[in-house]
């Protein structure tokens, strides 16, 4: 069956960096569109980066714009999220999942399955 798990999280500091890591089985992970989610308290789950099969074509919500970056090794089954210069408002739990509908709107979750637990993400003013 399909699996996707989430790790890297933690509690940093305003200002710090972290790296979360996702990687899935059973499923053809280079096949699939692949993106990151985040959730705060709350809050609705929103959409943060997503990255082509190959990796050629990224894109990112504009709050995270030139602090984030998406990344993928598809000969491991994983994707990356490198995070610096986090911000308080960066706390949320945050998720991978693979883009399986065709619609244009590559941060909307509703395209996306095969979720995982997430990883929390904690940053301190």
């Known amino acids: 069956q399909v699996q996707v798990v989430e790790s890297g999280g933690g509690l940093v500091q305003a200002g710090g960096s972290l790296r979360l890591s996702c990687t899935a089985s059973?499923?053809?992970?280079?096949?699939?569109?692949m993106g990151w989610f985040r959730q705060a308290p709350g809050k609705e789950r929103e959409g943060v980066s997503c990255i082509t099969s190959k990796g050629g074509s990224t894109i990112y919500a504009d709050s995270v714009k030139g602090r984030f970056t998406i990344s993928r090794n598809n000969a491991k089954n994983t994707l990356y999220l490198q995070m610096n210069s986090l911000k308080p408002e960066d706390t949320a739990m945050y998720y991978c999942?693979?883009?399986?509908?065709?619609?244009?709107?590559?941060?909307?979750?509703?395209?996306?399955?095969?979720w995982g637990q997430g990883t929390q993400v904690t940053v301190s003013s």
């Open positions: 059973g499923l053809p992970f280079g096949y699939y569109a």
């Open positions: 999942a693979a883009k399986t509908r065709a619609g244009w709107d590559r941060l909307d979750p509703s395209n996306f399955a095969y």
